[in-house]
């Protein structure tokens, strides 16, 4: 039971995630490059696996336990690299799930290629884990054991604010924030909003692309 409550919730997680390739199909569609195809498709298999996911086993949700924190966030560092890498495999033929591949190029690929690298960049710079807490509260599914298995150290024990998925929110939005400041001083300093986006995405992660 156990087990398939953590699928559950998982699936959530990849339905969420599904969402943010929302963001790099919005560049494709409005510059109709190479890759529309590409994240058009794995928008839609992403999001249909994660919510077939969480239909086949809504029965038996249930508030996890400390140990299925620690497995969900095991399964989740594993399944959206994975959904994440699928765009890029279909829009780069030849690149390869495997191994630290460095793409060369850069300039010649498509945009959306380009943002949703970078866009990656940006959510796992907070965590998409303290995403997944901000928000899955608002679908009825509690995030503490999930926050607790993310975080290192001694946050583990410390509450920010009275409610840990509270919590997570205060701090996405204060990254947000940070994130649009930075991206309004790229643009003051000259560079076109996209270029913004994208060094804003690099900077404020400290993902180092840029």
């Known amino acids: 039971m156990g087990a398939l409550a953590v699928v559950a919730l998982v699936g959530r997680m990849v339905s969420l995630f599904a969402l943010l390739m929302l963001v790099p199909l919005g560049f494709a569609l409005s510059q109709h490059d190479p890759a529309e195809q590409a994240f058009l498709v794995s928008t839609v298999m992403t999001f249909v696996v994660g919510v077939a996911m969480s239909l086949a086993t809504r029965r038996f949700r249930r508030e996890l336990q400390p140990r299925d924190g620690f497995v969900l966030v095991g399964l989740t560092w594993v399944l959206l690299p994975l959904f994440g890498a699928l765009p890029l495999m279909l ?26 690298r970078c866009f990656l960049q940006w959510v796992g710079g907070l965590g998409i884990i303290v995403l997944a807490v901000a928000i899955l509260p608002l679908l009825g599914v509690g995030g503490s054991q999930l926050f607790k298995a993310e975080t290192a150290g001694p946050m583990k024990d410390q509450k920010l604010t009275p409610r840990i998925a509270e919590t997570a929110r205060v701090i996405w939005v204060t990254y947000g924030a940070l994130s649009l ?13 996209v270029d913004a986006f994208l060094h804003m995405c690099s900077t404020v992660s400290l993902g180092g692309f840029s």
């Open 91 to 116: 829009a780069l033929p030849g690149t390869s799930f495997t191994g630290a591949t460095a793409f060369s190029g850069l300039d010649a690929m498509p945009l959306s290629v380009n943002v949703w």
């Open 181 to 193: 400041g930075c991206m309004a001083a790229y643009r003051l300093a000259g560079m076109d909003w």
